[in-house]
């Protein structure tokens, strides 16, 4: 630059002096010599021409800087030919306008050396004159060849300064000591949405803030009145957060004449730090109503965080009692090294999982934990921390422990029991205890695999194999009953099988207890002989009859009967077996200890407690019938029979109670009932039948005589009173057959049907009125075998009742559709429905809510219905409509033990 600054000096004062030379021509002519000796010592080129350019004169520079010789100038050379062709228009031009006197002052052209190489050049010219007469131009050519390339340098260099500032994310913005914009960065123009150039000249606080002054307490601001750095927060009025950092400017002087401002939008910085603080604070929120405890340790075990259910595990009131210990100090001393191990072998995997250990806790407890643990690195991958979530496995572990002793002691009791017990699964043995190989003789290795058929007497095969695969599909089976199993040596053995369904290795099996009755048989037998002999020898030998109690108290121990001792107070001091069993205990201390009244169900326990004031006023009471519960709340029927308890002295001590479960024998006896009322109602139905049909032929044969008799001079109202009496002589022989329909078997003349058929003829028959819509959904519609008339009457009774239900009108949707092998067809209105106490007699013959009928309509739809094997539903809603759903089988098996498809 220096450099630089000294060639335009030079060239200015060659200028001044080319400018004088007019002046001066008689000067340089006496002084010729001593001109030419100074020129050619210049480092410029200065040259003469005449008015074409032709060159009358250089300098000794000039020869240097083109490359020409003293033989070349001889010859002629003229200056146009220095110059590049393409300045050659544009140098004559300029040339012809000198010549004038024109004043151009300096400019640039491309010079061309004599080898072709071309150069920067700057040419100031001026009027040669000679006695008043312009002869042609003199002037001075200097080779700015390094000035270009400082120029260009400095060209580059405010390129690469503008391209770095307009590349940061920053907006640069250089201001006066009054705001006003000088210079800005592209970026600064974007984030104003205007050009660098259009900020040039206006106010940061105008185009940013929308202000007409300066906002209070600006950065920028308090950097012009301090002289000093200073940084802020500014929100712009559209809600956009800046960081501004202002930056005085000083002249060479020190004193302050600008501004820098560099700003940075932190709107989303701004934003994910909230983000941030708000998830931090759920974290943490998260963390402390965590049920497990959590710590954040650094690597060299020193506590950082711990939630409070790490508080209350560690038994601390306040984090601030952990934060800065080592966490090592809290693991048991034996657990210790181990901690190192695992704290070695997270470093290098990144986790642990499932880690156990034992910590004292503060006031000195020993806790059992199973750890979960994670490096957490920074942002370089760098380890810093290690996250720990536990869980308080104490109780587990003690449960465990108490698990392993009850599997130690159902071991013990498993092979040292007198019963056998034995697990069937797939048909095959697959567990049998040292009673099983002790009862049938077989060796352990002949019975582990075997097919449990083989070892049951081939009279019970069939029996306990029925038994068997009803227990494993669900089906309530007995679960304790008498068998004979044939021993290795041939004999049979009776035995008592206890079974129950229960899952083995992930499947479905057969837990068996076998019991060896053959000693309880032959006391049963002996039993029922001193039962016979014991009324004529009472009182000769009540000796002999207490011992014969004592024996019978260990017979009873082994009844199928569920045998039941209580105190006086109904708690249960003993049972058996078979008490457990009717009432789902798996085990006798579930049962002892408790009232034996909360087995019973809350309608019967007041008749319970009379009952219990009467068997110890008179020793004893027989088959009362209670409802008795099961473990699950189930009631059952029951029979009981109870019995004192008394001591030596005969003191009553307690009650002794046999029940027997009675469900089948209810069943039986409601089967037995319903049957004895259908056999009622069909005598009812043949006698009236029989009574009634005679007059009712009889008036509808006088009726059929009358109208023919009367048919020429009958009036509209007679007619109308005999079809009147038509119409109920036909509805009284209705009744009668249904009568003895719903009380006769039921014959079914099957044939292949799609049930959409019958559907569409039983609509067909029904008078359905305009103001209710029927609408058919037929989703599935497979071909069953069905006896198509009964089941079209089921159909239309089931429409005409709809109808019935519907006086102001309504919706009938018919739908069918296929459900788990079964068809169901669901009629579903919206009528009146059925009132919620009503429901349970709607199936009951002789029951209707109609003023007109005999309640026989929805009875003989169920019995249709069941002989074609399904069953019938009916649902309603007061108010809301009824629906009722028929469930017919696609496949029905008939007596032969065929299937219909």
Request: glycine share 6%; net charge negative; charged share 30%.
């Amino acid at each position: 630059m220096k450099e630089t600054a000294k060639l335009s000096e030079a060239n200015g004062q060659l200028q001044l002096g080319i400018s004088e030379v007019g002046g001066m021509e008689n000067f340089l002519r006496r002084n010729e010599d001593r001109f030419r000796e100074l020129v050619d010592s210049l480092p410029q080129i200065v040259w003469e021409t005449d008015d074409k350019g032709n060159i009358t004169f250089a300098n000794r520079y000039a020869f240097k800087a083109f490359g020409y010789t003293q033989e070349d100038y001889d010859k002629g050379l003229n200056v146009f030919q220095m110059l590049i062709p393409e300045d050659l228009d544009r140098a004559v031009k300029n040339f012809q306008r000198v010549l004038v006197g024109e004043k151009l002052g300096s400019i640039e052209y491309t010079a061309r050396r004599k080898d072709g190489s071309t150069f920067p050049v700057a040419i100031l010219a001026n009027r040669l004159t000679r006695e008043n007469k312009c002869v042609g131009l003199i002037g001075v050519v200097i080779d700015i060849t390094e000035r270009k390339r400082m120029e260009e340098a400095l060209k580059k260099a405010e390129r690469e300064k503008a391209l770095i500032l307009d590349s940061i994310a920053e907006d640069v913005i250089y201001q006066d000591k009054d705001h006003r914009i000088v210079w800005t960065n592209r970026t600064a123009g974007t984030s104003a949405s205007l050009t660098a150039e259009q900020l040039v000249g206006r106010y940061c606080y105008e185009v940013w803030q929308k202000r007409s002054k300066p906002c209070v307490g600006c950065p920028v601001t308090k950097s012009l009145e301090t002289g000093q750095p200073q940084e802020g927060e500014m929100v712009a009025p559209d809600g956009r957060i800046w960081l501004i950092r202002g930056y005085p400017v000083r002249d060479e002087k020190g004193n302050i004449i600008g501004v820098v401002e560099v700003t940075l939008e932190v709107t989303k910085r701004k934003r994910a730090e909230e983000a941030l603080r708000e998830s931090e604070e759920k974290y943490r929120s998260l963390v402390d109503t965590s049920p497990d405890p959590i710590t954040l340790t650094d690597l060299d075990g020193k506590i950082l965080m711990v939630n409070r259910e790490g508080l209350k595990v560690l038994g601390c009131e306040k984090e601030e009692e952990l934060i800065g210990k080592n966490g090592f100090e809290f693991i048991a001393p034996e657990y210790r090294q181990h901690a190192l191990e695992i704290m070695r072998c997270l470093l290098e995997t990144g986790s642990a999982r499932n880690v156990e250990y034992k910590i004292v806790k503060m006031d000195g407890t020993v806790v059992s934990i199973e750890t979960n643990m994670s490096v957490i690195a920074d942002a370089y991958g760098k380890p810093k921390a290690i996250l720990a979530v536990s869980r308080d496995i104490t109780e587990r572990k003690l449960a465990e422990e108490a698990l392993r002793e009850s599997e130690a002691k159902y071991s013990a009791v498993v092979e040292n029991s007198k019963d056998g017990i034995i697990i069937i699964q797939d048909g095959k043995l697959k567990f049998v205890n040292t009673a099983s190989v002790e009862l049938a003789g077989y060796t352990p290795e002949e019975l582990k695999g075997a097919n449990f058929l083989n070892f049951v007497a081939p009279d019970y095969r069939e029996l306990v194999l029925e038994r068997y695969n009803d227990r494993l599909e669900g089906k309530k089976v007995p679960p304790i009953y008498e068998i004979e199993i044939i021993k290795k040596d041939g004999a049979p053995l009776p035995v008592e099988i206890n079974a129950a369904r229960i899952n083995f290795q992930g499947k479905t099996a057969d837990l068996v207890f076998l019991r060896d009755i053959t000693e309880r048989k032959r006391l049963e037998k002996k039993l029922k002989e001193y039962a016979e002999r014991l009324e004529a020898m009472v009182e000769e030998r009540t000796k002999e009859l207490k011992e014969s109690e004592e024996k019978l108290r260990t017979i009873l121990s082994s009844s199928p009967d569920a045998i039941t001792v209580t105190d006086l107070n109904g708690n249960v001091i003993e049972c058996n077996q078979a008490t457990l069993d009717v009432h789902g205990f798996s085990s006798r201390e579930e049962v002892i200890g408790q009232s034996a009244f909360k087995y019973i169900a809350e309608k019967d326990r007041e008749k319970a407690n009379r009952n219990l004031m009467k068997t110890l006023m008179l020793g004893s009471v027989s088959n009362v019938e209670y409802t008795l519960l099961t473990r699950d709340g189930r009631e059952f029927p029951a029979e009981l029979s109870a019995s004192v308890l008394r001591d030596a002295s005969g003191k009553p001590i307690g009650f002794v109670a046999i029940t027997k479960d009675i469900t089948e024998r209810k069943m039986m006896e409601e089967a037995l009932l319903k049957s004895e009322r259908l056999a009622t109602i069909g005598e009812v139905a043949m006698m009236v039948g029989h009574d009634l049909r005679n007059p009712l032929t009889g008036i509808a044969g006088a009726v059929y005589y009358l109208k023919k008799k009367l048919a020429s001079s009958m009036d509209e109202k007679t007619a109308e009173m005999f079809e009147l009496i038509e119409k109920n002589v036909q509805y009284s022989n209705k009744i009668v057959e249904d009568l003895l329909e719903y009380s006769g078997e039921v014959q079914l003349e099957l044939a292949e049907a799609s049930v959409k058929s019958v559907v569409d003829v039983a609509l067909s028959l029904v008078d359905v009125p305009d103001n209710i819509r029927v609408s058919k959904v037929v989703i599935d519609d497979p071909v069953v075998m069905v006896d198509v008339e009964k089941l079209k009457r089921v159909f239309v009774n089931i429409v005409k009742n709809s109808v019935d239900a519907m006086p102001e009108g309504g919706e009938l949707t018919i739908e069918t559709r296929l459900a788990g092998g079964n068809l169901k067809i669901i009629f579903a209105d919206t009528g009146r429905g059925v009132p919620p106490e009503l429901l349970d007699k709607i199936w009951a013959p002789l029951f209707t809510t109609k003023a007109r009928g005999l309640g026989m309509g929805l009875p003989i739809c169920k019995r249709l219905v069941e002989a074609h094997g399904g069953s019938i539903l009916l649902e309603s809603l007061l108010g809301k409509g009824t629906t009722i759903t028929i469930t017919l089988p696609i496949k029905r098996k008939i007596k032969d033990g065929e299937n219909y498809e």
